[in-house]
């Protein structure tokens, strides 16, 4: 008799309605006795949301002490923003029919946020594309909330530790967090004993307070290590607040007096000269991640770049082209099959049956003076002795 009322109290409770959850649909739980209601059922006014929300409070009839419900948005932080869209995303994948879990940083969480971020944040919209890094290094540091894997190099997928979207509201969210060790939290100790004849023992850290600062540590080891492309280079280019860009460094092996610098006591504590360094010279072409447009998305390995916001550039790392000389304004070739010159990828035919071995080739060099005297530079005194009568 007592478990059929209490099959019926389930299915009864809960919403003014009496109906069950339904989930993929706006619902909202009360912070005070967490019962799920139906947003239809309710009379706040709030902006259209999506399913699974976290960042609110809300309060039913019962528990608002005022007769009515009342409801408030809250700023969601990036952790939530990125509970919400996957919960989303998994409800999406199963209704479809998919047992699909695990979804693409770059073609499914990134888009789904930028397509409502309004819906899911009070934040103002990111301009830049740096938040783009900023969710990955989220899902990372949070492993107990996010699951992570990358079948190929630069394709991060990325998933929730707990698959039941039932449990995915602002209460659950809040329980997480009090769950979280923390360093501020001490447990008490004893009193200690003073007064004449008796001497005052030295405070040691509780025993508790030692293990949940090793759990901190762990935690934060696991957010540092943080896996780092195959070419070594950082995933976000460093600019600082008033917007000056840093470039990867190297010693340069051919820089003067490079021995006397290390040597010398004066310049201890000082900067270091900068003609001292030079740009890194990498071995491998890459796309460059300080000289593009910032609507562009470049792949992890940099070997691939993707826009959709209209024409843009990027240019790569090196230089240099793969093709032959004569391809350029900086170079000439002369073909020995049938003796023509190249010069800017156009040939010019100057000698019948080409040359061969043996043969002696002779290049002049013309460089004509201008009509125009203004067009020479000007002479320079740096660094000569002047004197004055």
Same mark, same amino acid.
């Given at each position: 008799? !007592?478990?059929?009322?209490?099959?019926?109290?389930?299915?009864? !409770?809960?919403c =003014?309605?009496?109906?069950?959850?339904?989930?993929g649909?706006?619902?909202?739980q009360?912070?005070?006795?967490?019962?799920w209601?139906?947003?239809p059922c309710?009379?706040?006014?709030?902006?259209?949301?999506?399913?699974?929300?976290?960042? =609110?409070?809300?309060?039913?009839?019962k528990?608002?002490?005022?007769?009515?419900?009342?409801?408030q948005?809250?700023? $969601?932080?990036?952790?939530?923003?990125?509970?919400?869209?996957?919960?989303?995303?998994?409800?999406?994948?199963? &209704?479809?029919?998919s %047992?699909? &879990?695990?979804?693409?940083?770059d073609?499914?969480?990134?888009?789904?946020?930028?397509?409502?971020?309004?819906?899911?944040?009070?934040?103002q919209r990111?301009?830049?594309v740096?938040?783009?890094t900023?969710?990955?290094?989220?899902?990372?540091?949070?492993? %107990?909330?996010?699951?992570?894997?990358?079948?190929?190099p630069?394709? !991060?997928?990325?998933?929730?530790?707990?698959?039941d979207? &039932?449990?995915?509201?602002?209460?659950?969210? $809040?329980?997480?967090?009090?769950?979280?060790?923390?360093? !501020?939290?001490k447990?008490p100790?004893?009193?200690?004993?003073?007064?004449?004849?008796?001497?005052?023992?030295?405070?040691?850290?509780?025993?508790?307070?030692?293990q949940?600062?090793?759990?901190?540590?762990?935690?934060?080891?696991?957010? &540092?290590?943080?896996?780092? @492309?195959?070419?070594? =280079?950082?995933?976000?280019?460093?600019?600082?607040?008033?917007?000056?860009? =840093?470039?990867l460094?190297?010693?340069?092996?051919?820089? @003067?007096?490079?021995?006397?610098?290390?040597?010398?006591?004066?310049w201890?504590?000082?900067?270091?000269?900068?003609?001292?360094?030079?740009?890194?010279?990498?071995?491998?072409?890459?796309?460059?991640?300080?000289?593009?447009?910032?609507?562009?998305?470049?792949?992890e390995?940099?070997?691939?770049?993707?826009?959709?916001?209209?024409?843009?550039?990027?240019? $790569? *790392?090196?230089?240099?082209l793969?093709?032959?000389?004569?391809? %350029?304004?900086? *170079?000439? *070739?002369?073909?020995?099959?049938?003796g023509?010159?190249f010069?800017?990828?156009?040939?010019h035919?100057y000698?019948?049956?080409?040359?061969?071995?043996?043969?002696?080739?002779?290049?002049?060099?013309?460089? @004509?003076?201008?009509? %125009?005297?203004?067009m020479?530079?000007?002479?320079?005194?740096?660094d000569?002795?002047?004197?004055?009568?």
């Amino acid at each position: 008799m !007592s478990d059929t009322k209490d099959e019926h109290t389930q299915e009864k !409770s809960g919403c =003014y309605c009496g109906e069950k959850r339904k989930l993929g649909t706006p619902e909202y739980q009360c912070s005070s006795c967490a019962t799920w209601f139906h947003g239809p059922c309710l009379d706040i006014q709030a902006e259209p949301g999506l399913p699974f929300m976290i960042s =609110y409070q809300f309060l039913c009839k019962k528990c608002s002490g005022i007769g009515h419900e009342t409801f408030q948005k809250r700023q $969601a932080t990036f952790l939530q923003i990125c509970q919400m869209t996957l919960a989303n995303l998994i409800f999406d994948a199963q &209704t479809s029919g998919s %047992d699909k &879990t695990m979804f693409s940083r770059d073609k499914d969480i990134i888009p789904y946020i930028d397509k409502n971020w309004e819906q899911l944040t009070t934040m103002q919209r990111r301009v830049k594309v740096t938040w783009h890094t900023t969710i990955y290094k989220t899902m990372m540091k949070e492993t %107990d909330v996010f699951l992570y894997k990358e079948d190929t190099p630069g394709d !991060s997928y990325f998933g929730l530790v707990n698959q039941d979207l &039932t449990k995915v509201g602002p209460v659950s969210d $809040a329980a997480r967090i009090t769950a979280q060790p923390s360093q !501020s939290l001490k447990t008490p100790s004893m009193p200690l004993e003073t007064g004449p004849g008796k001497r005052t023992s030295k405070r040691k850290a509780p025993v508790d307070n030692q293990q949940t600062t090793s759990l901190k540590q762990k935690k934060n080891d696991s957010s &540092t290590s943080l896996k780092l @492309p195959a070419h070594g =280079y950082p995933l976000e280019h460093p600019f600082n607040k008033d917007s000056y860009r =840093y470039i990867l460094a190297e010693t340069d092996p051919h820089a @003067p007096n490079r021995q006397a610098f290390d040597e010398s006591v004066e310049w201890a504590g000082k900067p270091i000269p900068g003609y001292l360094y030079r740009c890194l010279l990498g071995s491998d072409v890459l796309l460059a991640l300080h000289d593009r447009a910032p609507q562009l998305k470049v792949s992890e390995d940099r070997k691939s770049v993707t826009g959709e916001k209209g024409y843009s550039m990027i240019r $790569a *790392s090196h230089g240099n082209l793969q093709a032959p000389c004569g391809y %350029d304004k900086f *170079s000439y *070739s002369w073909r020995s099959r049938k003796g023509t010159a190249f010069h800017q990828s156009r040939g010019h035919h100057y000698h019948n049956g080409g040359y061969g071995e043996g043969d002696v080739l002779g290049f002049y060099i013309s460089l @004509p003076q201008p009509a %125009d005297s203004k067009m020479l530079l000007p002479q320079t005194h740096k660094d000569r002795v002047s004197c004055l009568k």
